[in-house]
């Protein structure tokens, strides 16, 4: 109580004692408080009854709809299983299946006229401007079966296919399996067509082969190709889905990558950036390796090479793609399909070691 005595005559100054005693300054500090709250509170409400009334927000997300008047409702795709009997194996599919547009059927799949194409459809043409003032000749699509896997020809919505040689396991089902469905998926939209296709990696039409006005490069569809080369480029459906090497279908695997990304939060991840892989198909990926971590230097990044034979005969058991969510930088690099000149890949090589400050 005395220290408290001598604090207050330490701070007294002279002229206060009547606020001091009657303390009216509560009082009105508590009502111009109470006032202050009320104006904000109601230009607060007004601010938003005009946001709203206005249209620039939308009210009704809080019971569940939306009365967008351009809102259209998700359309839910048309599937086209194949119905193909199992028991008895010499039955064929049953043609039960639309051989022709008819867009009242599938209104779905009708395009919009008014829509242009994407930009990147350019790159059809960019692949086929080697033919476009030739045309192609049966002689130039003779000349792709010396590498080709199969032929494809397609007329009125039936694809027959002439095998020459077998391709590595089962990557020419899995592209005969996609153009069947695109069959299914837009009956009688796929023009007749006869195409050679070769289903290895690395492209064998060099472009410098097939120069001057008389050249005659044959049409060789693939998976890869680049810039010194003529192949044309078709999508790898294997990747989403190919049983000899335990990868699902992309529906599931996508789920499984999703379920082990959530087992470890990314801060608790080692702190590393990691790649898995085969070395030795890429000039580009062997130069990868001397990034690696050694006994004198220590670049922040764990290199993996995989044995493909060895995952092979164990089931692929250490190869699943859902349990490699353990690090937190991951690795992409070309493999096969690219043929890789050292100025292109130069920039790869480990000149300055990844510091760890430099990590987010």
Excluded at 66 to 87: D, G, V
Excluded at 150 to 173: C, M, N, P, W
Excluded at 221 to 241: A, E, H, K, N
Aim: net charge positive; proline share 8%; hydrophobic share 35%.
């Amino acid at each position: 109580m005395k220290e408290k005595e001598r604090y207050a005559s330490d701070t007294w100054q002279p002229g206060t004692e009547v606020c001091f005693r009657k303390k009216p300054w509560r009082a009105v500090l508590k009502k111009k408080r109470d006032a202050a709250v009320f104006l904000v509170t109601f230009f607060l409400i007004l601010f938003l009854g005009a946001v709203v009334f206005v249209g620039w927000f939308d009210a009704s997300v809080f019971r569940g709809v939306s009365h967008k008047p351009n809102q259209t409702p998700t359309r839910i795709p048309h599937e086209f299983p194949l119905q193909c009997a199992t028991r008895n194996q010499s039955q064929t599919c049953p043609k039960n299946y639309p051989s022709k547009h008819n867009p009242a059927a599938n209104p779905d799949r009708t395009p919009n006229l008014t829509s242009t194409c994407p930009s990147y459809f350019q790159w059809i043409h960019d692949d086929l401007r080697h033919w476009k003032e030739t045309g192609i000749t049966q002689d130039m699509i003779q000349q792709a079966r010396k590498t080709a896997h199969f032929r494809l020809v397609i007329v009125e919505g039936k694809a027959y296919v002439e095998k020459f040689r077998q391709s590595i396991q089962t990557r020419d089902a899995f592209t005969l399996w996609g153009i069947l469905q695109l069959l299914r998926r837009y009956p009688g939209r796929l023009p007749d067509l006869e195409l050679m296709f070769d289903c290895d990696d690395r492209p064998v039409i060099p472009s410098k082969h097939f120069k001057g006005p008389d050249a005659a490069p044959p049409p060789l569809f693939r998976y890869c190709s680049d810039g010194q080369s003529l192949d044309i480029v078709f999508p790898d459906w294997s990747f989403w889905g190919w049983a000899e090497t335990n990868i699902r279908p992309w529906n599931n695997l996508l789920n499984d990558i999703k379920e082990g990304n959530s087992r470890t939060k990314w801060k608790d991840r080692t702190p590393y950036a990691y790649w898995r892989g085969n070395p030795w198909v890429s000039p580009v990926r062997q130069d990868l390796l001397r990034c690696n971590v050694s006994e004198q230097d220590d670049w922040n990044a764990r290199l993996y090479i995989q044995d493909w034979v060895k995952e092979s005969k164990e089931g692929y058991r250490g190869s699943n793609l859902q349990d490699q969510c353990t690090h937190r930088y991951k690795i992409y690099i070309e493999g096969m399909g690219v043929v890789c000149e050292r100025e292109i890949y130069s920039s790869l090589r480990c000149n300055d070691p990844v510091r760890e400050a430099s990590l987010p």
